[in-house]
Structure formats: structure tokens, C-alpha cells
């Protein structure tokens, strides 16, 4: 399985050695990937970190027990605290709710609440560069990049640039669009205990971004972390045009729902409609020229196009299941990383 030591860059924060790190609890949740969670967790043992850390892993799949057999196996001679819990209710938004409650719930009182998905691993300092982001930047809430590690690294579709992150660098940003790679203090988080992110998402995923926006209007502080890299597994069924679309699609109803839930009123009603046509319009006129200059600009086309296309079936809640059948608990940070680069 892959590791971090992909990071381009090993190097420890500049005040790693200045200050006592902060007791953090890593939640992980997790559905039927058990060789992903494996990979994760060997990679988070070799985290580098001077304070507290432990790990919750919410395993959402009570008939298998992948999750739970995996922590069991690898429990003996993981270097942190790591404990496991079934939740039995199906979707993602129960898992992860269920871990942020036992972690804000926990005896270890951690001041820090971490997130990383099972089709994910970080590089050897990545916990220690959202920390000190959160601490330089007094932010409450933090984000970091994550990198494709494609099963197929020669497929076309690799060189479109669509399962990148957004290139931004360290600093106050006004939200984060992904739990993917996400630090939250545990005072925050503890004041959302009741759902933090909506089970309405369960299966259409979105429910990170309906909980960042409902985060940022009751003024909380955003930060990113661009040296906390971490890297997610992209396998050969994603590798394909159609499944970029269905996610691209999905990506479009997420940002809808999220637009009319917090932004209500025929102004804002009027703007959405704008933003979808313009994209579906742009995406379709674009497709003569792109033809000329090759497939990956037909698929940034056809991708923009298909984000349009979502907005605008969100408005009569046309919505597509996309975790329906799989059920997996993973935020999908490449859609995360999609709706930062084209929340429009």
C-alpha cells in the first residue's frame, strides 16, 4: 500500500520545538475498506507529534466489522491510544457524528479534534502543520491539501488535473468544503454535538460543506495549511470519464442545497439559477474548441457542464445517491477539494 514518505517535502513546522504540542484525538470513520484503514492507520503511526494523540475509529458497516477486525489486529503494537466503535445506523453523516461525540465526550479532553477518512493517509508532519496553522492563524477550524495517488498513473484522465486540490497557500481562508483533512478545537465542536453534520446528506454527501457554512455564519475562524499534505488513494473505477461526471453532478446539487439553506430568498434564488446556467452554457460552448484541443479539455468541458447541470437539478431537489449502494464513510475529499477550486 502507498505511504507518505510521497511527501515532496519531510521537514518538521519551524516552531515544532518552541511550544507543548496540544492533546489532539484523530477520528476516523470507516466502511468496508479494511486495507485502506490499514494503510491509514500504519501511516498514522508513524505520525510525528510531540503531544497526546489518539485515535477513534467509528466503523459503519455492524454486519462485517471490517473496521473493528482491523483495529483488532492492529491494536498490539500501534504506538497511540486507538479504540473502536460500531454505529449501526447506515451513512456516512452517523459515523462521523458519532465519532465527533465520543472524542468531545472523551476522558483525555483533547483540545483539538482531528479528522482523516480511510481511503487517506498524511505525510510524517502533517498533523503538526495544522496545528501550528491553527495556533499562528488563531483559527478554530483548519484545512489541508489532499494529493491523488492514482492506481493508474499513466491513464489519461490523470493529466485533466480534476482530482487535485486547490492551490492555495497557508493563511486565513474564509471556509474549508471538506472534512477530508480537518482540525476543529473541541470547544467548537462541542457546541454542534446534536448533529453536526446533517443526516439529510447521509447518502448524497455534502454534509462537511452544510456544516462549514453553518460554522462560518456563526463566525467562526478558517485557516488553511498548505504544507499538512495528505494523500488519497484514487483506484481504477474512479479513473473513468463517466465517474467524474456523476461526481462532478453530485458536486452541483451539494452547493445548491447549501446555497438555498442558508441563503433563502429570491435574490439569492435568482443568483443560483445564474451560476447553473452559466456553467452548463460555458461547459456546452466549450466543447467545439476543446474537441480541437484534445480529451482532457473535452473533460474539463463535460465537467463543467455536469456541475451546472447539478446546481440547477438541486433546485427540484433532484438529487443523486452517490453512497447509496457502497455506503462507504469517507467524506470524499476529492469532491471536497472540486467544490473549493468550483464553488460558483
Not at 156 to 174: N, R
Not at 190 to 216: I, K, V
Request: glycine share 8%.
Amino acid at each position: 500500500m502507498p505511504n507518505a514518505n510521497l511527501d515532496p517535502q519531510r521537514s518538521p513546522p519551524q516552531d515544532s520545538r518552541l511550544a507543548a504540542w496540544p492533546s489532539v484525538i484523530l477520528c476516523i470513520p470507516t466502511c468496508r475498506r479494511p486495507a485502506g484503514l490499514r494503510n491509514l492507520l500504519e501511516n498514522v503511526a508513524n505520525l510525528v507529534y510531540g503531544g497526546d494523540l489518539s485515535v477513534i475509529v467509528v466503523d459503519n458497516d455492524p454486519q462485517r466489522c471490517q473496521g473493528c477486525l482491523t483495529v483488532a489486529n492492529i491494536s498490539g503494537c500501534f504506538s497511540r491510544p486507538i479504540e473502536c466503535e460500531v454505529e449501526s445506523n447506515r451513512g456516512h453523516t452517523f459515523a462521523y457524528n458519532r465519532a465527533f461525540l465520543l472524542a468531545c465526550r472523551s476522558i483525555r479532553k483533547p483540545e483539538y479534534v482531528a479528522v482523516l477518512d480511510d481511503d487517506e493517509f498524511p505525510a510524517p508532519h502533517w498533523l503538526e502543520h495544522m496545528i501550528q496553522a491553527a495556533r499562528r492563524f488563531g483559527a478554530d477550524i483548519v484545512g489541508g491539501p489532499v494529493f491523488p495517488v492514482y492506481a493508474k498513473k499513466d491513464h489519461w484522465l490523470t493529466k485533466t488535473g480534476l482530482y487535485m486540490p486547490p492551490a492555495l497557500q497557508s493563511g486565513i481562508v474564509p471556509m474549508i468544503f471538506g472534512a477530508g483533512s480537518m482540525l476543529i478545537r473541541t470547544s467548537v465542536l462541542a457546541e454542534y454535538l446534536t448533529e453536526p453534520f446533517p443526516n439529510e446528506y447521509a447518502f448524497t454527501g455534502g454534509s462537511d460543506l452544510d456544516f462549514f457554512r453553518r460554522c462560518r455564519s456563526d463566525g467562526r475562524r478558517f485557516a488553511w495549511a498548505g504544507e499538512a499534505h495528505v494523500y488519497e488513494t484514487i483506484p481504477s473505477s474512479r479513473l473513468a470519464l463517466s465517474w467524474l461526471l456523476r461526481r462532478a453532478f453530485r458536486v452541483g446539487t451539494d452547493l445548491t442545497r447549501v446555497d438555498r439553506k442558508y441563503c433563502p430568498g429570491l435574490q439569492h434564488a435568482i443568483i443560483r439559477w445564474a451560476k447553473g446556467l452559466g456553467l452548463l452554457l460555458y461547459g456546452l460552448s466549450s466543447l467545439p474548441l476543446s474537441g480541437l484541443r484534445g480529451r482532457c479539455f473535452v473533460a474539463k468541458s463535460l465537467y463543467t457542464a455536469a456541475r451546472g447541470s447539478g446546481r440547477l437539478a438541486a433546485e427540484f431537489n433532484w438529487l443523486y445517491r452517490e453512497y447509496a449502494e457502497e455506503i462507504p464513510t469517507s467524506s470524499k475529499s476529492r469532491s471536497n477539494n472540486e467544490m473549493k477550486r468550483h464553488c460558483q
